[in-house]
């Protein structure tokens, strides 16, 4: 759907027929503002969850979005880019729980993310251009099946949260533009001798961290591929172009 106008809640009366959907794109349907308000909303009345096979979601460029639908257990990926009303991720994200990919993109008011929603098939998370995003949440550590954390342009981002130990499947880790992040926490460098691919660049304060002789050094000069950039594209790189932390990921 795309620049829908007449859209203004989700349309669940419409879905309620749509058993074998696997994929929804909503775009600049710019006077969406989310799901009906109860007692309104169908999805409370115990009839059964709405889109059962819904596998893929994107909304982009909704600028009056303030809140997600309540999202399937059936959902694999998401993606949620450049919807600046919308302020929580909490209630959508509930039971999504076989979510493998998550992609928050350019959402200025979101100044939090959930903590604890259960999402243990998570493999993929994307947190790009959230200038409000002060901290990750702790909860973040229970993401045993990550293998891709890609930070990005969170400009008031100033610590990553601890017990990271338990990203046991971590392989890739991608940290730009997040200038006020100055360490790593004790958790995540514990990890960090079993990634294969580190990017870090425009974090001043990390870069520093990982220069030769600095105190990280040790722990990602065995890194297979390392890629360390200032802003001036000053420092050092080993790193291969497989890792796809740039642009938007290609959905599962």
């Known amino acids: 759907m795309v620049s829908c106008d007449g859209l203004v809640y989700w349309p669940e009366a419409e879905f309620c027929g749509l058993k074998s959907l696997k994929k ?3 775009h600049s349907c710019n006077k969406l503002v989310g799901p009906l308000p109860l007692p309104l909303s169908s999805s ?5 969850e709405l889109l059962p096979n819904l596998e893929e979601l994107d909304i982009e460029h909704c600028d009056g979005l303030l809140e997600l ?3 399937p257990t059936s959902l694999r990926s998401l993606y949620v880019g450049y919807c600046p009303k919308i ?3 909490k209630e959508g994200l509930r039971h999504a729980t076989s979510l ?11 100044t939090s993310l959930p903590v604890d929603l259960g999402l243990t098939a998570l493999k993929r998370m994307y947190i790009r251009e959230l200038p409000g995003l002060k ?3 702790q909860g973040l550590g229970q993401l045993t099946a990550l293998e891709s954390l890609d930070i990005s342009g969170c400009k008031e981002l100033s610590s ?3 017990g990271l130990q338990g ?3 971590l392989q890739n880790l991608s940290v730009s533009h997040c200038p006020l992040l100055s360490s790593l926490p004790e958790g995540l460098q514990r990890r960090l001798r079993s990634l294969q691919y580190l990017h870090i660049e425009g974090c001043p304060h990390l870069e520093r961290q990982c220069k030769r002789g600095g105190p990280y050094w040790d722990l990602i000069s065995g890194i297979p591929h390392t890629k360390i950039l200032s802003e001036r594209r000053g420092n050092f790189s080993t790193f291969l172009p497989s890792l796809s932390c740039l642009g938007r990921p290609s959905t599962v």
Do not use: M, W
């Open 69 to 71: 639908p309540k999202l």
């Open 24 to 26: 929804i794109s909503l």
């Open 44 to 48: 409370s009345s115990g009839d059964g």
């Open 87 to 89: 302020n929580s991720l």
């Open 100 to 110: 493998e990919s998550v992609h928050i993109s350019g959402c200025l008011s979101l």
């Open 135 to 137: 901290s990750l949440p």
């Open 160 to 162: 990553l949260p601890e």
């Open 167 to 169: 990203l046991e499947a």
